[in-house]
Protein backbone atom coordinates (compact mmCIF):
# COMPACT_ATOMS: atom_id res chain seq x y z
CA UNK A 1 0.00 0.00 0.00
CA UNK A 2 1.20 3.48 -0.92
CA UNK A 3 1.38 5.79 1.75
CA UNK A 4 -0.02 8.42 -0.72
CA UNK A 5 -3.91 8.79 -2.22
CA UNK A 6 -2.68 7.88 -6.21
CA UNK A 7 -5.66 9.36 -6.77
CA UNK A 8 -4.87 13.24 -6.12
CA UNK A 9 -2.54 14.84 -9.09
CA UNK A 10 -0.03 16.38 -5.77
CA UNK A 11 -0.07 12.87 -4.07
CA UNK A 12 0.64 10.70 -6.92
CA UNK A 13 3.51 13.28 -7.75
CA UNK A 14 5.21 12.75 -4.31
CA UNK A 15 4.76 9.12 -5.39
CA UNK A 16 6.60 10.04 -8.82
CA UNK A 17 9.14 11.82 -6.99
CA UNK A 18 10.40 9.32 -4.42
CA UNK A 19 10.68 6.64 -7.18
CA UNK A 20 14.86 7.56 -8.63
CA UNK A 21 14.73 7.79 -12.41
CA UNK A 22 17.86 9.38 -13.35
CA UNK A 23 18.74 8.97 -16.56
CA UNK A 24 21.36 6.32 -17.29
CA UNK A 25 22.75 7.75 -20.95
CA UNK A 26 23.37 10.95 -18.88
CA UNK A 27 24.60 9.88 -15.58
CA UNK A 28 26.76 6.13 -15.77
CA UNK A 29 25.47 3.62 -13.78
CA UNK A 30 22.20 5.89 -12.66
CA UNK A 31 18.97 3.59 -12.16
CA UNK A 32 17.23 4.58 -15.07
CA UNK A 33 13.60 4.20 -15.71
CA UNK A 34 12.55 0.41 -14.57
CA UNK A 35 11.37 0.96 -11.61
CA UNK A 36 9.01 4.24 -12.27
CA UNK A 37 7.71 2.36 -15.78
CA UNK A 38 6.63 -0.56 -13.65
CA UNK A 39 5.33 1.67 -10.70
CA UNK A 40 3.23 3.75 -13.42
CA UNK A 41 2.17 0.25 -15.33
CA UNK A 42 0.77 -1.03 -12.37
CA UNK A 43 -1.18 2.40 -11.32
CA UNK A 44 -2.86 2.15 -15.20
CA UNK A 45 -3.17 -1.84 -15.03
CA UNK A 46 -5.31 -1.09 -11.65
CA UNK A 47 -7.92 1.55 -13.33
CA UNK A 48 -8.41 -0.50 -16.32
CA UNK A 49 -5.95 0.53 -19.57
CA UNK A 50 -4.67 -1.26 -21.69
CA UNK A 51 -0.68 -1.31 -20.60
CA UNK A 52 2.08 -1.96 -23.17
CA UNK A 53 5.91 -1.90 -21.86
CA UNK A 54 8.00 -0.18 -24.61
CA UNK A 55 11.98 -1.38 -24.15
CA UNK A 56 13.90 -1.72 -27.48
CA UNK A 57 16.78 -0.56 -25.97
CA UNK A 58 17.15 -3.22 -22.52
CA UNK A 59 17.02 -1.25 -19.24
CA UNK A 60 15.21 2.07 -21.00
CA UNK A 61 11.25 1.22 -20.93
CA UNK A 62 8.41 3.34 -21.79
CA UNK A 63 5.04 2.89 -20.74
CA UNK A 64 2.33 3.25 -22.83
CA UNK A 65 -1.26 3.27 -21.48
CA UNK A 66 -4.54 3.07 -23.42
CA UNK A 67 -8.05 3.75 -22.49
CA UNK A 68 -10.49 0.38 -23.25
CA UNK A 69 -13.80 0.40 -25.30
CA UNK A 70 -13.69 3.18 -27.80
CA UNK A 71 -16.54 3.19 -30.30
CA UNK A 72 -15.23 6.53 -32.43
CA UNK A 73 -11.85 6.97 -34.04
CA UNK A 74 -10.72 10.31 -31.44
CA UNK A 75 -7.54 9.78 -30.18
CA UNK A 76 -5.10 12.02 -28.34
CA UNK A 77 -2.49 11.48 -26.88
CA UNK A 78 -1.00 12.84 -24.01
CA UNK A 79 3.36 12.30 -23.37
CA UNK A 80 5.32 12.71 -20.62
CA UNK A 81 8.82 11.59 -19.74
CA UNK A 82 9.46 9.56 -16.52
CA UNK A 83 13.74 10.11 -16.65
CA UNK A 84 15.37 13.05 -15.01
CA UNK A 85 18.64 14.81 -14.83
CA UNK A 86 20.82 14.09 -11.99
CA UNK A 87 20.24 14.12 -8.01
CA UNK A 88 24.00 13.98 -7.00
CA UNK A 89 24.10 18.45 -7.49
CA UNK A 90 20.68 18.30 -5.85
CA UNK A 91 20.66 20.10 -2.25
CA UNK A 92 19.30 17.61 -0.17
CA UNK A 93 17.97 13.98 -0.99
CA UNK A 94 16.20 15.04 -4.06
CA UNK A 95 14.25 11.47 -4.22
CA UNK A 96 11.97 13.05 -0.95
CA UNK A 97 9.25 14.45 -2.04
CA UNK A 98 9.02 17.53 0.66
CA UNK A 99 5.29 19.92 0.11
CA UNK A 100 5.98 22.65 2.16
CA UNK A 101 4.38 26.46 0.89
CA UNK A 102 2.28 25.21 -1.33
CA UNK A 103 5.15 23.64 -3.54
CA UNK A 104 6.19 19.85 -4.07
CA UNK A 105 10.05 19.48 -4.14
CA UNK A 106 12.30 16.93 -5.36
CA UNK A 107 14.25 16.40 -8.34
CA UNK A 108 11.94 16.51 -11.46
CA UNK A 109 8.73 17.80 -9.58
CA UNK A 110 9.19 20.44 -12.63
CA UNK A 111 10.35 18.89 -15.36
CA UNK A 112 8.47 16.86 -15.89
CA UNK A 113 6.73 14.83 -12.85
CA UNK A 114 3.96 17.35 -12.54
CA UNK A 115 2.81 17.53 -15.66
CA UNK A 116 3.06 13.73 -15.86
CA UNK A 117 0.67 12.96 -12.96
CA UNK A 118 -1.37 15.69 -13.96
CA UNK A 119 -1.50 13.58 -17.42
CA UNK A 120 -2.19 10.45 -15.39
CA UNK A 121 -5.09 11.82 -13.69
CA UNK A 122 -6.43 13.12 -16.43
CA UNK A 123 -7.05 10.28 -18.30
CA UNK A 124 -8.18 8.19 -15.40
CA UNK A 125 -11.20 11.17 -14.49
CA UNK A 126 -11.88 11.39 -18.30
CA UNK A 127 -12.52 7.58 -18.47
CA UNK A 128 -14.64 7.51 -15.53
CA UNK A 129 -16.31 10.69 -17.16
CA UNK A 130 -17.00 8.20 -20.26
CA UNK A 131 -15.49 9.36 -23.66
CA UNK A 132 -16.69 7.36 -26.80
CA UNK A 133 -12.82 7.76 -28.63
CA UNK A 134 -9.44 6.31 -26.96
CA UNK A 135 -7.10 8.47 -24.78
CA UNK A 136 -3.35 7.22 -24.60
CA UNK A 137 -0.94 8.14 -22.31
CA UNK A 138 2.69 7.80 -23.15
CA UNK A 139 5.12 8.38 -20.38
CA UNK A 140 8.71 7.80 -22.44
CA UNK A 141 12.31 7.47 -21.08
CA UNK A 142 15.30 9.32 -22.37
CA UNK A 143 13.85 12.62 -22.85
CA UNK A 144 17.06 14.30 -20.73
CA UNK A 145 19.67 12.64 -23.38
CA UNK A 146 18.59 11.19 -26.66
CA UNK A 147 14.81 11.14 -26.90
CA UNK A 148 14.28 7.04 -27.70
CA UNK A 149 11.29 6.45 -25.91
CA UNK A 150 9.04 9.08 -27.66
CA UNK A 151 11.30 7.51 -30.87
CA UNK A 152 10.28 3.96 -29.71
CA UNK A 153 6.64 4.64 -28.90
CA UNK A 154 5.78 6.38 -32.54
CA UNK A 155 6.78 3.46 -34.28
CA UNK A 156 3.80 1.54 -32.83
CA UNK A 157 1.04 4.41 -31.49
CA UNK A 158 -0.71 7.30 -33.04
CA UNK A 159 -3.63 9.73 -32.14
CA UNK A 160 -5.25 12.98 -33.96
CA UNK A 161 -3.21 15.19 -31.69
CA UNK A 162 -1.33 15.64 -28.14
CA UNK A 163 -0.26 17.07 -25.33
CA UNK A 164 3.40 17.36 -24.09
CA UNK A 165 3.24 18.58 -20.25
CA UNK A 166 6.84 20.03 -20.12
CA UNK A 167 6.81 23.10 -17.55
CA UNK A 168 5.44 25.71 -19.43
CA UNK A 169 4.09 27.89 -16.29
CA UNK A 170 0.72 27.04 -17.11
CA UNK A 171 1.44 28.65 -20.47
CA UNK A 172 0.12 27.10 -23.86
CA UNK A 173 3.29 26.54 -26.07
CA UNK A 174 2.39 26.63 -30.02
CA UNK A 175 6.13 26.99 -31.18
CA UNK A 176 9.76 25.99 -30.06
CA UNK A 177 13.43 25.98 -31.49
CA UNK A 178 14.68 23.06 -33.24
CA UNK A 179 18.83 22.46 -33.80
CA UNK A 180 21.66 20.93 -36.00
CA UNK A 181 24.89 19.60 -34.54
CA UNK A 182 27.77 19.58 -36.69
CA UNK A 183 31.32 18.37 -36.27
CA UNK A 184 33.86 20.95 -37.65
CA UNK A 185 37.51 19.38 -38.24
CA UNK A 186 40.49 21.58 -39.02
CA UNK A 187 43.27 20.09 -40.95
CA UNK A 188 46.12 21.17 -40.51
CA UNK A 189 49.94 18.72 -40.51
CA UNK A 190 52.16 17.36 -37.86
CA UNK A 191 56.09 17.83 -37.19
CA UNK A 192 58.13 18.48 -34.74
CA UNK A 193 57.52 21.31 -32.53
CA UNK A 194 61.11 22.78 -33.86
CA UNK A 195 59.94 22.40 -37.67
CA UNK A 196 57.57 25.80 -38.15
CA UNK A 197 58.89 25.35 -42.39
CA UNK A 198 56.84 21.94 -42.19
CA UNK A 199 53.78 21.85 -39.57
CA UNK A 200 50.89 23.30 -40.08
CA UNK A 201 49.06 24.46 -36.88
CA UNK A 202 45.62 23.29 -36.83
CA UNK A 203 44.38 24.62 -33.25
CA UNK A 204 45.70 28.35 -34.73
CA UNK A 205 44.14 27.91 -37.86
CA UNK A 206 40.64 27.32 -35.84
CA UNK A 207 40.62 30.51 -34.43
CA UNK A 208 39.97 31.84 -37.77
CA UNK A 209 36.82 29.48 -38.06
CA UNK A 210 35.90 30.48 -34.12
CA UNK A 211 36.48 34.19 -35.19
CA UNK A 212 34.15 33.48 -37.94
CA UNK A 213 31.38 31.82 -35.77
CA UNK A 214 31.32 34.36 -33.66
CA UNK A 215 30.37 36.52 -36.21
CA UNK A 216 28.05 34.35 -37.72
CA UNK A 217 26.50 33.95 -33.86
CA UNK A 218 26.36 37.81 -34.04
CA UNK A 219 24.34 38.35 -37.57
CA UNK A 220 21.87 35.43 -36.68
CA UNK A 221 20.62 37.32 -33.48
CA UNK A 222 19.95 40.48 -35.81
CA UNK A 223 17.49 38.68 -37.64
CA UNK A 224 13.85 39.78 -38.11
CA UNK A 225 12.38 37.87 -35.04
CA UNK A 226 10.00 35.19 -35.45
CA UNK A 227 6.88 35.12 -33.01
CA UNK A 228 7.59 33.71 -29.30
CA UNK A 229 11.07 32.51 -30.80
CA UNK A 230 12.82 35.72 -31.40
CA UNK A 231 15.82 34.33 -33.32
CA UNK A 232 18.24 31.67 -34.65
CA UNK A 233 21.59 31.07 -32.54
CA UNK A 234 24.67 29.32 -32.93
CA UNK A 235 27.66 28.43 -30.48
CA UNK A 236 30.75 25.86 -30.41
CA UNK A 237 30.19 23.69 -28.01
CA UNK A 238 33.20 21.25 -27.67
CA UNK A 239 36.79 22.29 -29.12
CA UNK A 240 39.49 19.16 -28.87
CA UNK A 241 42.96 19.35 -30.86
CA UNK A 242 46.68 18.63 -30.15
CA UNK A 243 48.44 15.79 -28.63
CA UNK A 244 51.76 16.91 -26.96
CA UNK A 245 53.42 20.30 -26.68
CA UNK A 246 56.50 19.75 -29.06
CA UNK A 247 54.36 18.82 -32.01
CA UNK A 248 52.46 20.52 -34.70
CA UNK A 249 48.70 19.39 -34.01
CA UNK A 250 47.39 17.80 -37.35
CA UNK A 251 43.67 18.17 -36.59
CA UNK A 252 41.26 20.21 -34.32
CA UNK A 253 37.67 19.29 -33.94
CA UNK A 254 34.35 21.62 -33.03
CA UNK A 255 31.32 20.63 -32.43
CA UNK A 256 28.98 23.40 -33.35
CA UNK A 257 25.23 23.74 -32.23
CA UNK A 258 22.78 25.66 -34.37
CA UNK A 259 19.45 26.41 -32.82
CA UNK A 260 16.61 26.77 -35.67
CA UNK A 261 13.09 28.03 -35.97
CA UNK A 262 10.41 26.94 -38.14
CA UNK A 263 10.86 27.89 -41.61
CA UNK A 264 14.28 27.14 -41.36
CA UNK A 265 16.01 23.68 -42.98
CA UNK A 266 19.16 20.92 -42.05
CA UNK A 267 20.49 21.88 -45.74
CA UNK A 268 19.87 25.71 -45.51
CA UNK A 269 21.85 25.96 -42.01
CA UNK A 270 24.51 23.60 -43.46
CA UNK A 271 25.01 25.80 -46.99
CA UNK A 272 25.47 28.78 -44.22
CA UNK A 273 28.33 27.58 -43.05
CA UNK A 274 29.94 26.13 -45.87
CA UNK A 275 29.43 29.58 -47.38
CA UNK A 276 31.44 31.09 -43.95
CA UNK A 277 34.13 28.37 -43.84
CA UNK A 278 34.83 29.01 -47.62
CA UNK A 279 35.10 32.48 -46.97
CA UNK A 280 37.77 31.62 -44.10
CA UNK A 281 39.43 29.36 -46.22
CA UNK A 282 39.92 31.83 -49.54
CA UNK A 283 41.54 34.58 -47.15
CA UNK A 284 43.57 32.17 -44.77
CA UNK A 285 46.42 30.70 -45.93
CA UNK A 286 46.62 26.72 -44.97
CA UNK A 287 43.01 26.68 -43.94
CA UNK A 288 41.83 23.19 -44.34
CA UNK A 289 38.58 22.10 -42.99
CA UNK A 290 35.55 19.07 -43.50
CA UNK A 291 32.14 19.78 -42.32
CA UNK A 292 30.33 16.86 -40.87
CA UNK A 293 27.31 15.57 -38.02
CA UNK A 294 24.17 16.99 -39.31
CA UNK A 295 22.08 15.44 -36.36
CA UNK A 296 19.46 17.90 -36.41
CA UNK A 297 15.96 17.93 -34.83
CA UNK A 298 12.82 20.29 -36.14
CA UNK A 299 11.15 23.43 -34.84
CA UNK A 300 7.77 23.42 -33.45
CA UNK A 301 4.88 25.11 -34.50
CA UNK A 302 1.57 24.89 -34.47
CA UNK A 303 -1.73 27.20 -35.28
CA UNK A 304 -3.10 29.07 -33.03
CA UNK A 305 -6.40 28.43 -34.10
CA UNK A 306 -6.11 24.35 -34.09
CA UNK A 307 -8.86 22.83 -32.95
CA UNK A 308 -6.34 21.77 -29.88
CA UNK A 309 -5.23 24.57 -29.02
CA UNK A 310 -8.59 26.35 -28.71
CA UNK A 311 -9.72 23.62 -26.70
CA UNK A 312 -7.52 24.38 -23.96
CA UNK A 313 -7.90 27.69 -24.02
CA UNK A 314 -11.45 27.00 -23.55
CA UNK A 315 -11.24 24.96 -20.64
CA UNK A 316 -8.23 26.58 -19.08
CA UNK A 317 -10.64 30.35 -19.04
CA UNK A 318 -13.29 27.95 -16.84
CA UNK A 319 -10.65 26.60 -14.41
CA UNK A 320 -8.68 29.84 -13.84
CA UNK A 321 -11.18 32.57 -15.21
CA UNK A 322 -7.91 33.70 -16.89
CA UNK A 323 -6.96 33.30 -20.33
CA UNK A 324 -3.94 30.85 -21.70
CA UNK A 325 -0.72 32.55 -22.53
CA UNK A 326 0.41 31.56 -25.15
CA UNK A 327 4.28 30.90 -25.24
CA UNK A 328 7.55 29.93 -26.92
CA UNK A 329 10.15 27.88 -26.20
CA UNK A 330 13.25 27.95 -26.84
CA UNK A 331 14.62 24.81 -25.60
CA UNK A 332 13.45 21.74 -27.67
CA UNK A 333 11.02 18.91 -26.83
CA UNK A 334 9.38 15.66 -28.01
CA UNK A 335 6.51 17.79 -29.20
CA UNK A 336 8.49 18.27 -32.46
CA UNK A 337 8.88 14.08 -32.75
CA UNK A 338 4.95 13.64 -32.14
CA UNK A 339 4.13 16.75 -34.83
CA UNK A 340 6.44 15.58 -37.33
CA UNK A 341 4.37 11.90 -37.09
CA UNK A 342 1.13 13.66 -37.91
CA UNK A 343 0.17 13.80 -34.48
CA UNK A 344 -0.52 18.07 -33.76
CA UNK A 345 1.26 18.34 -30.59
CA UNK A 346 1.43 21.56 -28.29
CA UNK A 347 2.88 21.73 -24.52
CA UNK A 348 0.91 22.74 -21.25
CA UNK A 349 2.75 22.07 -18.14
CA UNK A 350 3.28 22.82 -14.28
CA UNK A 351 4.17 26.08 -13.06
CA UNK A 352 7.53 26.17 -10.24
CA UNK A 353 10.95 26.49 -11.23
CA UNK A 354 14.32 25.10 -10.84
CA UNK A 355 14.73 22.82 -14.21
CA UNK A 356 18.17 20.52 -13.48
CA UNK A 357 19.08 23.12 -10.46
CA UNK A 358 19.78 22.40 -7.07
CA UNK A 359 16.33 22.83 -5.90
CA UNK A 360 13.54 21.81 -7.76
CA UNK A 361 9.66 22.65 -7.12
CA UNK A 362 6.08 22.56 -8.40
CA UNK A 363 3.14 24.32 -7.48
CA UNK A 364 0.39 22.02 -6.32
CA UNK A 365 -2.32 24.69 -7.40
CA UNK A 366 -0.63 24.17 -11.17
CA UNK A 367 -0.44 20.30 -11.03
CA UNK A 368 -4.60 20.22 -10.09
CA UNK A 369 -4.75 22.79 -12.74
CA UNK A 370 -3.18 21.04 -15.56
CA UNK A 371 -4.98 17.57 -14.39
CA UNK A 372 -8.61 19.27 -14.32
CA UNK A 373 -8.05 21.53 -17.94
CA UNK A 374 -6.59 17.85 -19.38
CA UNK A 375 -9.70 16.39 -17.93
CA UNK A 376 -11.91 18.23 -19.60
CA UNK A 377 -9.99 18.75 -22.91
CA UNK A 378 -9.63 15.01 -23.67
CA UNK A 379 -13.35 14.30 -22.50
CA UNK A 380 -14.15 16.93 -25.40
CA UNK A 381 -11.94 15.92 -27.75
CA UNK A 382 -13.15 12.11 -27.19
CA UNK A 383 -16.67 12.96 -27.75
Keep these: ?113 GGLAGQMIAAHRAVQRGITGQVIVAAVSDEEHGNIGTEEVLKHFTADVGVVAEPTMLGLTVAHKGFVWFDLTINGLAAHGSRHDLGIDAISKAGYALVALDKYAAELTSRPHVKYLETPSVHASIIKGGEELSSYPAKCTIAIERRTVPGETPEGVRAELVAILDAVAATTKDFFYELGGG ?75 VADVLTDVVVEWCN
Aim: hydrophobic content about 35%.
Design 1 to 113: MSKYNLDNPVELLCALTEINSVNSTLVPGALGESEIATFIGNWFTERGFDVTRLEGTPGRPSIVACSQGATTSKKIMLNGHIDTVTVASYEGNGNTAIRKDGNVYGRGTFDMK
Design 295 to 369: FTRAPLQVSEDHEIVRLIQSHFQNHTGTPAVFRGEWYWTDAALMNDAGITTVLFGVDGEGAHAATEWATESSVHI
